[in-house]
C-alpha cells in the first residue's frame, strides 16, 4: 500500500464524531457572539451570578430564617462582581459530600472541591435565571431531605 508524501496524507474520509462535535459547539457559541456583544454577555454573568448568590443568602444563609433549617452555607467567593466570574463556591454546614451527592441525584451539575467546597457556576451563555431558580429548589430539597435523616 503505498501513502501519499504531501498534506493529503493527513486527510480524513470520516472525521471522528467526538473530534467534530466541539467544532460544531464553537460555531454555535459564535453565532450567539455575533447577535450580541462582549458587554451585554457580561451584564447578563454579573446578572445571573448576583441572583445566585442572592437565593443563596436568603434561603440558605447563617441568619436566614426562611426555611428554619439546621443546614446552611456561606458564599465564599467574593461579593465585589469585579473580583470575580460567574462561579460562586460554598460552604456547607453539613458533610458538603452529602450535599453534593442529594444534588447530582436532581440532575444539577456542580463541582466538588476539597476538603469543604462546591462551585456552583451559571454560565451566560448557556443558563437562564430560570435554571439558577431551579438549582435553589434542588438545593431546598436536597437540604429538606439531609435534615430529615433519609439519604434517598
Known amino acids: 500500500m503505498k501513502f501519499p508524501h504531501d498534506c493529503s496524507a493527513y486527510r480524513i474520509s470520516h472525521p471522528p464524531a467526538l ?5 460544531i459547539a464553537n460555531v454555535t457559541n459564535l453565532q450567539i457572539y455575533e447577535k450580541t456583544s462582549m458587554q ?6 454579573k446578572l445571573l451570578t ?3 448568590e442572592y437565593l443563596v443568602n436568603y434561603y ?3 441568619m436566614s430564617t426562611v426555611l428554619k433549617n439546621p443546614i446552611y452555607c456561606e458564599v465564599i467567593t467574593p461579593q465585589d462582581p469585579e ?3 460567574c462561579q460562586l463556591s460554598l460552604k456547607f454546614s453539613a458533610n458538603f459530600s452529602d ?8 440532575g444539577v451539575v456542580c463541582d466538588m472541591r476539597f476538603p469543604d467546597v462546591l462551585r456552583i457556576t451559571p454560565v451566560h451563555i448557556y443558563n ?3 435554571d439558577v431558580r431551579r438549582f435553589t429548589e434542588s438545593l431546598i430539597d436536597s437540604f429538606k431531605q439531609l435534615s430529615s435523616g433519609e439519604q434517598q
Open 99 to 106: 450535599v453534593y451527592d442529594q444534588l447530582q441525584k436532581r
Open 19 to 23: 473530534l467534530v462535535c466541539p467544532m
Open 128 to 130: 437562564s435565571f430560570n
Open 83 to 85: 473580583q470575580r466570574g
Open 40 to 45: 451585554m454577555l457580561r451584564q447578563k454573568s
Open 50 to 52: 448576583a441572583y445566585l
Open 60 to 62: 440558605f444563609g447563617k
